[in-house]
């Protein structure tokens, strides 16, 4: 039995701890929408990621970066077909979901393979919380951070009363819930509230509603290609007149050259915004949009981030031992992130770092004809709450 056991044991140490004679490739695995709904999200990811591996000059440990993308289809079940084909060619590291729902449930299965998860976007609370993992880490804000900072919005402007229009998926709902309850505290009144399916092609009847209710505040929470078509349709009866339409990542330059004009004085969250004045964020612009010619998206900053940031990490390791890739990324500080500084946090696998505003105005020539201005800047210190 002794020998069962030590063989056991040698065993998986060899599956994770290989040297790297035996290594011919550092292989990601990314499972990211690039069709659907959220094909635009996930192409913006895609693109940040490219980046982070061409600055290294794509090597890992002196070994070549093989980047595997597949397309979840903005579904969950093909999102785990997806990821477990990409763990049977033996990955080093899962980038993705967009989806919550997908990413927990990726979570499960490289908790089970002990393969470092990336995760960029998702923002449900689970992930770093009740259902967190030692191999998956989130390095964006989750939902409680958002809401924090859309209460403190529908505050600082005295809004006094609010509708919610919400994708009708679990992580949609558990933010408006959430969120509700924040700006009830606050004395702000919710007057009604309508869950849209994702994909929804008609908001006209619902939009009619907003109108009518006396609102002064519309939160809209809904993702990718449901913004635009939601404020395309908002903007065609001028409902930001009447209102002022704010959100979780409804807007930034991706999403207004979309929209066109009725995107001006859209209010959002942002994860991540290109005029940041840091050295290495100038760095990545500049190679951005040499390769793609437009500036990066917030989708697009957070994964190069993220990827650039867990790749430094593993280089300072000098080895291919997986678990100690994952104890290092725990206790890891990023003092030069596009963000400023972040910090992962050991209990939970996620990092901290400030949070950002913005309202959408006329951008003039080299920016876009759509251009955010930040407008808060929030503290990590404000936003996260101490590790137990």
Known sequence: MLRVTLLAAALLASATALPAAAQDAFRIGGVLPLS??????????????????????????????????EDSETSTQVAVQKTNRL???????IFGEVSSGSTLAIMKMTEQRKVPQLITISADDRITGADKTRYAFRTSNSVAIEN????????????????????????????????????AKKGIKIVG????????????????????SGADGLALIVVGGDVVTSLKQANDVRLKDKVQIFGTMIMDELLGAAIGPGSIGIHSTLRYHFTED??????????YRKKYGEFPSQ???????????????VEKTGGW????????????????????????????????????????????????AVTMKVVATFPAEALFTPCP
């Open 193 to 212: 509230e309508d869950f849209t399916p994702i994909g929804s092609k008609d908001y006209s009847v619902i939009i009619d509603k907003v109108a009518k």
């Open 36 to 69: 659907g709904a959220w094909g635009i999200i996930g192409e913006n990811m895609r693109r940040g990621a490219t980046i982070a591996f061409e600055e290294r000059d794509g090597k890992v440990l002196g070994k070549p970066i093989e980047a595997m993308w």
């Open 278 to 287: 840091s050295p290495r964020n100038q760095r990545f612009v500049e190679a």
């Open 299 to 313: 989708y697009a900053g957070e994964a190069y981030d993220g990827m650039s940031w867990f790749l430094d990490v």
């Open 148 to 183: 924090r900072m859309l209460a403190a919005f529908a505050s600082m402007r005295s809004l006094k009363s609010v509708y919610g229009v919400v994708a009708d998926y679990q992580v949609g709902r558990d933010m408006w819930k959430l969120l509700s309850e924040d700006m």
């Open 321 to 368: 031992d997986k678990e100690a890739w994952v104890d290092a990324f725990r206790t890891s500080t990023r003092p030069d992130s596009v963000e400023g500084v972040k910090r992962m946090r050991a209990c939970d696998n996620q990092a901290e770092q400030i949070g950002l505003f913005g309202t959408a105005g006329e951008g003039k020539d080299p920016l876009p």
């Open 87 to 93: 763990l049977s060619r033996g990955v080093h590291l």
